[in-house]
């Protein structure tokens, strides 16, 4: 089930599923949404984004009640998640899946809004999507490719080029906006040759791998992982979270694998993890990409949940976003 598209006009509303909105400067609150503004859409906000506890979240029942409040009001077209943090799998037991179902529209987020998104597409086969929170529009420089393919995925409905960005950067931009860092971006990597299509399935690796087990993780078969992880992780960490990931069912039957690119923090090489994936067997006869602009370097695409993407490598390296 794909929600609507957004058009000019229309109401997104910001909530706070993970972090709370108040680490968030409000000098970039208010640059977030004019830029939003500009993009005409209408912006507004959950009843409990600023609400604060001892762990920079809110309570259980405050995140519950907006996401609930958001899906159901029909003034509101999209959902735009503040920011990440840890702790959005705790929603999960108590959202109402039939009330999202009943009331499709676009959710969209990264990093621990991966179990949230997961867990929604699982439950109810909406397509959720991995891409820019509401305070990555705070970004002074550097955020036309994010802009561009936000757009190219929640506002058209055509099949389009999963393109690569001329620059990317992993600097502190939210604490020096005009001191940044752009690095040429070299392009694609690929471990494995091949073309595929499939079910788009992943985001932050570490995130959805805390629904193994539950009955919010999906069935691995016929899917094409897009997998990242941030700055916490490293070259072992990465190797048995994807190792674990490997090991739930159908995993035997995915069809691909496409890697964002990881921060500088990680360092993790190219021939360390084209060696990690030769270590998989799930990922052998498969293609293989990796260096893909996603995650927590800046600029990030968005891309969809449950969605349909095909890449292809035999002539040049390719990316397909299909059905969104």
């Known amino acids: 089930m794909i929600p609507a598209k957004l058009k000019q006009g229309d109401e997104i509303r910001i909530i ?5 909105m108040s680490i968030i400067m409000d000098n970039q609150i208010k640059l977030a949404e004019k830029r939003l503004n500009e993009l005409g859409f209408v912006v507004s906000f959950g009843e409990h984004v600023l609400e604060t506890d001892c762990m920079m979240s809110s309570s259980i029942h405050s995140r519950v009640s907006d996401i ?10 999209a959902i735009l998640t503040v920011i990440g943090g840890f702790n959005s799998n705790q929603l999960l037991p108590y959202l109402d899946y039939e009330l999202i179902s009943e009331n499709p529209k676009i959710l969209c987020g990264f990093s621990d809004i991966t179990a949230l998104a997961t ?24 955020l036309d490719y994010t802009i561009e393919s936000f757009q190219a995925c929640l506002t058209q409905t055509e099949a389009y080029l999963f393109k690569e960005s001329d620059f990317w950067s992993d600097d502190l931009w939210y604490l020096d906006q005009q001191n940044r860092n752009f690095i040429l971006n070299t392009g694609l990597s690929v471990v494995h040759h091949g073309e595929a299509e499939g079910t788009l399935l992943g985001g932050n690796l570490c995130t959805l791998n805390l629904l193994q087990g539950t009955e919010f993780m999906p069935n691995l078969k016929d899917t094409i992982l897009f997998l990242e992880d941030d700055e916490q992780t490293t070259p072992e960490l990465f190797d048995r979270n994807l190792e674990s990931l490997l090991s739930q069912p159908g995993a035997d039957e995915i069809k691909g ?13 190219e021939e360390q993890l084209s060696y990690i994936i030769q270590t998989k067997t799930a990922l052998h006869n498969i ?5 893909a602009d996603f995650g927590h370097t800046q600029p990030n695409a968005t891309f969809p949940i449950g969605g349909t993407v095909k890449i292809a490598t035999n002539q040049a390296d390719k990316i397909y976003i299909v059905k969104h």
């Not at 909406?126 to 305070?135: M, Q, R």
């Not at 293609?287 to 260096?291: D, F, L």
């Open 16 to 20: 706070a599923p993970s972090r709370s």
């Open 68 to 77: 609930h409040e958001a899906f159901n009001d029909t003034n509101v077209k």
């Open 119 to 142: 867990a929604i597409y699982t439950q109810t086969e909406l397509v959720t999507y991995s891409g820019a929170h509401f305070s990555t529009f705070s970004m002074e420089r550097g």
């Open 257 to 269: 694998l496409v890697i964002g690119r990881f921060q500088n923090k990680s360092a993790v090489t």
């Open 287 to 291: 293609p293989v990409i990796t260096g």
